[in-house]
């Protein structure tokens, strides 16, 4: 899996989720996972994981998760 575009698979989900705004998460996965026939099943856990990221974005506009080795 180490050569999997993260960036093409974010785009991805970002897409899927502006045309299925009412979509879940295992629908995404079901729907998207078959784009990286290697690695199905290990992918729709990394695109379920983008599509949580993106919808907290969505939501909650100007949250971020601080940078790696920044404590609050």
């Known amino acids: 899996m180490e050569t999997i575009d993260l960036d093409a698979a974010r785009k991805a989900v970002c897409a ?3 045309e299925h705004q009412d979509g879940t998460l ?3 996965a ?3 996972k078959h784009r990286y026939p ?3 099943e290990e992918m729709a856990v990394v ?3 983008i599509m949580a990221a993106e919808l ?3 939501t909650q ?3 971020a998760f601080p940078a790696a080795g ?3």
């Open 47 to 49: 695109l379920s994981g």
């Open 61 to 63: 506009p100007g949250t």
């Open 30 to 32: 079901d729907e998207l």
């Open 70 to 72: 920044v404590s609050r």
């Open 26 to 28: 295992a629908q995404m």
């Open 16 to 18: 899927w989720l502006d």
């Open 38 to 40: 290697d690695h199905p």
């Open 56 to 58: 907290r974005r969505r």
